[in-house]
Structures are given as structure tokens and as C-alpha cells.
């Protein structure tokens, strides 16, 4: 009885401790490898104009099939990706516009336009820091789609500025999360804490990010990262702030879960509260020109789950 104690007392000690202590993040994908990923954007911007508040609401949703089809000559994964289904819904002032891929009416003519994009391949090129360095294929994709509907041509030029804003390639890029700083070049253990700079582009607005993490938790599946950041105006463009047409600051707050294995991300949320101005240029006398309040706020929620 007392050896076989022993041997399970060992045999637990053994389990615990064949979970190594620390971790080298990096994205590990194997040949083929297929996941989803499910993303959720709820912006809110505010704008004053003239005395006028305008305020638009932004909610969308979809989910996103992509396979690994290999490695380019820098070593970075070219993703075959695929919209499988979208919702969005758009509030403003000017614009309400509610549309689907899901169940629709026959007379819903630009869910019906959406549904065309649905299921159809393009291009996500993803580093081995799990960022998207670039996506192809997608906005030309959404301007066939466009294209070849019966839309009038106000009508074509406005929907497909609004998808292209809303789904396109720069706008995947903004929503996919920007993840380098949990990809530091050393082994990680819990709970360690370190601070990065990073240049990202948010809501097509171009902005610096300081940002402090934490590794609060790791077990054998996982890893939970907290972050608590700044963002500001770009300083390389600080100093000419007249020309760059805008003025920013604000907050970055997110919470992440890795797969320890992979580094694949698990799931994560992702808010922002961000405030400033927009330049309205006055022509043909500059010193005239307006700067116009805004405010963003947004929260991403984004859930990956492995097909293979």
C-alpha cells in the first residue's frame, strides 16, 4: 500500500512539474492548420460641429475562416481566409443602415449584395508576432460584389464606401488586434510585467500606443496577459501637428488568452476611449482652419477557436 502511495504521490510530482515554468511566445502554426475567429466591434464616435453633435453607432459582426497555406520569403504565414457570415448595423444622423448575410427578405438588396461576399477566398499575411502585416484581395473583392449589382451609381459608390470602410482590408487589419508586444524575445513566466511602444492604426486613425503588460496567469493550455496603455498622436507628426489634420489622446485597456502551444490567440477584449480633434482646413487662408472635437469609444471582442 505504501509503494503505491509513494508511486502516485510521484507520479503527480512529475505531472506538475512536466509543465515548464516559463514560455517563448511566438505563433507556431503547422502546414494546414485551419481556425476561425469570431469578432464582435461596438464603436461609438461623437463629432461637434457648428454647435451640432452628431453621433454614429457602429455595431458589427463575423466570423472569419482561415488555413495556413505556408510561409512567405520572410517567414511571416499567408493565411487563405474567408468571410462565412456578417451583420452590421450603422446609426447615425445621415445613415441607418441594418444588414445581414444571415436570413433576409428577397427585397433586402444589400444583404443580398453582402451574401455575395460570403465564402469567397482572399489573403491575410500574418507575422510570426500574430500581427496582420497585410490583407489582399479583400476590398476588391467587396467592389465587385459592388459592382455587379443593380444598385444605382450613387448608390454603389456609397455601399461600397461604407462596406469597404466597415470590412474591408485596412479595417480587418484595425479590428485583428495588435499583439507584438506579447511577443517578446524571451522566455516569459507568471507574473511577469513589461512595458512597449507601438505605431498602430485604429478606427483609420493612425496612433501610438505605450502600453504596459502583465502575465497574470499560465498553466499548461494557457496564458492570460492584462494591458493598461496610452495612446497618443504619432510623435514623429507631434510637432507638425497642423499638417497632419489631427490631435489625439486617450486610453487602451485589454484582456488576452493565449494558447501556450501555438500562440495562437484564444480570445481577447480589447476597449478604447479615445478624444480630440479633426482639422478642417479653411481655403485658401490656413490660419483659418477649424479644428473639429471628436470622441471614440469602442470595445472588440474577438473568440479563436482550432478547426484541426
Same mark, same amino acid.
Given at each position: 500500500?505504501?509503494?503505491?502511495? =509513494?508511486?502516485? !504521490? @510521484? %507520479?503527480?510530482? #512529475?505531472?506538475?512539474?512536466?509543465?515548464?515554468?516559463?514560455? *517563448?511566445?511566438?505563433?507556431? &502554426?503547422?502546414?494546414?492548420?485551419?481556425?476561425?475567429?469570431?469578432?464582435?466591434?461596438?464603436?461609438?464616435?461623437?463629432?461637434?460641429?457648428?454647435?451640432?453633435?452628431?453621433?454614429?453607432?457602429?455595431?458589427?459582426?463575423?466570423?472569419?475562416?482561415?488555413?495556413?497555406?505556408?510561409?512567405?520569403?520572410?517567414?511571416?504565414?499567408?493565411?487563405?481566409?474567408?468571410?462565412?457570415?456578417?451583420?452590421?448595423?450603422?446609426?447615425?444622423?445621415?445613415?441607418?443602415?441594418?444588414?445581414?448575410?444571415?436570413?433576409?427578405?428577397?427585397?433586402?438588396? =444589400?444583404?443580398? !449584395? @453582402? %451574401?455575395?461576399? #460570403?465564402?469567397?477566398?482572399?489573403?491575410?499575411?500574418?507575422? *510570426?508576432?500574430?500581427?496582420? &502585416?497585410?490583407?489582399?484581395?479583400?476590398?476588391?473583392?467587396?467592389?465587385?460584389?459592388?459592382?455587379?449589382?443593380?444598385?444605382?451609381?450613387?448608390?454603389?459608390?456609397?455601399?461600397?464606401?461604407?462596406?469597404?470602410?466597415?470590412?474591408?482590408?485596412?479595417?480587418?487589419?484595425?479590428?485583428?488586434?495588435?499583439?507584438?508586444?506579447?511577443?517578446?524575445?524571451?522566455?516569459?513566466?507568471?507574473?511577469?510585467?513589461?512595458?512597449?511602444?507601438?505605431?498602430?492604426?485604429?478606427?483609420?486613425?493612425?496612433?501610438?500606443?505605450?502600453?504596459?503588460?502583465?502575465?497574470?496567469?499560465?498553466?499548461?493550455?494557457?496564458?492570460?496577459?492584462?494591458?493598461?496603455?496610452?495612446?497618443?498622436?504619432?510623435?514623429?507628426?507631434?510637432?507638425?501637428?497642423?499638417?497632419?489634420?489631427?490631435?489625439?489622446?486617450?486610453?487602451?485597456?485589454?484582456?488576452?488568452?493565449?494558447?501556450?502551444?501555438?500562440?495562437?490567440?484564444?480570445?481577447?477584449?480589447?476597449?478604447?476611449?479615445?478624444?480630440?480633434?479633426?482639422?478642417?482646413?479653411?481655403?485658401?487662408?490656413?490660419?483659418?482652419?477649424?479644428?473639429?472635437?471628436?470622441?471614440?469609444?469602442?470595445?472588440?471582442?474577438?473568440?479563436?477557436?482550432?478547426?484541426?
Amino acid at each position: 500500500m505504501r509503494f503505491i502511495i =509513494l508511486t502516485g !504521490i @510521484l %507520479s503527480l510530482f #512529475i505531472y506538475l512539474t512536466a509543465f515548464p515554468q516559463k514560455v *517563448q511566445t511566438g505563433l507556431f &502554426l503547422s502546414d494546414d492548420f485551419r481556425f476561425t475567429t469570431e469578432t464582435s466591434v461596438n464603436l461609438n464616435v461623437e463629432q461637434e460641429f457648428m454647435g451640432i453633435r452628431y453621433n454614429t453607432q457602429m455595431e458589427i459582426n463575423y466570423l472569419l475562416s482561415l488555413k495556413n497555406t505556408g510561409r512567405d520569403v520572410d517567414s511571416n504565414y499567408v493565411l487563405q481566409a474567408k468571410y462565412r457570415k456578417i451583420d452590421i448595423e450603422v446609426s447615425s444622423m445621415m445613415v441607418n443602415m441594418k444588414v445581414s448575410t444571415e436570413a433576409y427578405l428577397p427585397s433586402d438588396t =444589400l444583404s443580398k !449584395i @453582402l %451574401s455575395t461576399i #460570403i465564402n469567397k477566398d482572399f489573403i491575410v499575411i500574418l507575422t *510570426q508576432q500574430s500581427q496582420i &502585416l497585410s490583407v489582399e484581395g479583400l476590398d476588391e473583392l467587396i467592389s465587385n460584389a459592388i459592382e455587379n449589382s443593380q444598385l444605382t451609381a450613387e448608390g454603389k459608390t456609397e455601399f461600397k464606401q461604407n462596406l469597404i470602410q466597415s470590412l474591408g482590408e485596412q479595417a480587418l487589419a484595425d479590428n485583428y488586434c495588435t499583439y507584438p508586444s506579447l511577443y517578446p524575445a524571451r522566455e516569459l513566466r507568471a507574473p511577469d510585467y513589461w512595458s512597449c511602444k507601438l505605431q498602430i492604426v485604429k478606427s483609420g486613425i493612425p496612433m501610438e500606443l505605450n502600453t504596459n503588460v502583465n502575465l497574470t496567469e499560465m498553466n499548461r493550455n494557457y496564458a492570460l496577459f492584462l494591458s493598461e496603455g496610452k495612446l497618443t498622436t504619432p510623435k514623429v507628426q507631434s510637432s507638425e501637428s497642423d499638417k497632419t489634420g489631427f490631435r489625439l489622446f486617450g486610453t487602451e485597456i485589454s484582456e488576452i488568452k493565449m494558447n501556450v502551444h501555438t500562440g495562437l490567440i484564444l480570445k481577447s477584449i480589447v476597449s478604447q476611449n479615445i478624444s480630440g480633434a479633426v482639422k478642417n482646413p479653411a481655403d485658401p487662408n490656413p490660419a483659418e482652419d477649424e479644428w473639429i472635437p471628436f470622441k471614440i469609444n469602442s470595445r472588440i471582442t474577438s473568440e479563436t477557436t482550432a478547426e484541426n
